[in-house]
C-alpha cells in the first residue's frame, strides 16, 4: 500500500504540472530539441573567426552557421577549416559552450555563377570534405543572382546536371546540400524532381517569398517537411522580427508543427535600419523573439 500510495502521489504530482515543465526533462520530448535557433558568422561580422562562437553564446543562439569563406578568383573557398589545428578549436570551443555548428555555407556563390563557374565540383567537394570532419550534415548553396532561374531559365539544363553530380557526391558523403533558389515551390519540388536526389533539399529563407508577395505558410506546405533541410528565419532588414507586420511567427509555427518539420532556424537578417551595425542588440532580439515562439 506504501508503494502504491508513492506511485499514484507522484502522478497526481506529474499530472498537476503544465506539460512544459517537466515534457522538457523527458528524453524526445523538449520543444526546444524540435527547433534550435542560429545564426551565422558572416552576418555577425565574424566570417571564419573562432570568435564567432562566443559572439554567439552571448547572443543566447543554441548553434552557429559557419562560411566556407571567400571565393572571388580563387580555385576553391578561402576556408581557414581546411587546417586541422583550425577545425579542432572550432571543435574545441563549440563544445566548451555547449553549442552546435549547425551547417557550413558558400555564400560565395552569392555573386558567384554556379551554372558557368569552373571548378565547381572541386568547391563544393571541399565543403563536403570540411562537413566529414566536423560532422556536419547541412551545408547552404545558394543560387544567387546569376544562377536565378526565374530570370535566366536557359540555366536550368547545366544547373540540374551540376546538381546531379553534386547530389551523388553528397549522398556517398551521408550529408545534405540545402540550395536557395528564384523559384517558388511548385518550382523547386519540380526542381528536385529532376535533380532525383535525396541529399539535394530546399535551405527554405522567409524573405523570398515575402518579397514577392506569396503565401509563406502555403510555401512551407507545398514544399512538405522532407524536402526542406534547414531554414534562413528573417526577412530583409528595417526591423526586428517581433515588429515585422508582414511576417507572422506564430502562424508559421503552427503551419511548421502541422508538417511534422523540425530542425535549425536560422537568423540571417531581419536587422533594425537605424542601428544596422550593432550586431549584438539586433540579433540578440531576434533571437530572443524566436525563442519565445519556438521554444517556450
Known sequence: MKRR????ACAAGLAALPLSSWAAEMPGMSK??????????????????????PLAGEIGADGLEV????????????????DPAVRQQYLDKAKELNLEICSLAMTGFYAQSFAKRDGVEKMVGDCIETMKQMNVRTA???LGIQGDLVKNPELRPVIVERLKTVGK???????????????????EVELLREIGSKSIQIYFN???????GRDLCEELRILGKNRICQIHCTDEDGVWLENNTRLDMKKVKTTLDKMGWKG?????????????????????????????????
Open 5 to 8: 500510495n508513492f506511485l499514484n
Open 32 to 53: 526546444k530539441s524540435r527547433y534550435k535557433i542560429a545564426v551565422i558568422d558572416l552576418m555577425i561580422l565574424k566570417r571564419q573567426k573562432l570568435s564567432a562562437l
Open 67 to 82: 562560411d566556407m569563406g571567400g571565393l572571388g578568383d580563387r580555385p576553391t573557398f578561402d576556408n581557414k577549416l581546411s
Open 140 to 142: 547552404f548553396l545558394p
Open 169 to 187: 557526391m553528397a549522398e556517398k558523403a551521408g550529408v545534405v546540400i540545402g540550395i536557395e533558389t528564384a523559384l517558388d515551390a511548385k518550382g
Open 206 to 212: 522567409f524573405s523570398n517569398p515575402l518579397k514577392e
Open 264 to 296: 535549425w532556424l536560422v537568423i540571417e537578417r531581419s536587422r533594425d535600419a537605424s542601428r544596422p551595425r550593432d550586431v549584438k542588440g539586433n540579433f540578440s532580439a531576434n533571437t530572443a523573439f524566436m525563442k519565445t515562439i519556438f521554444q517556450s
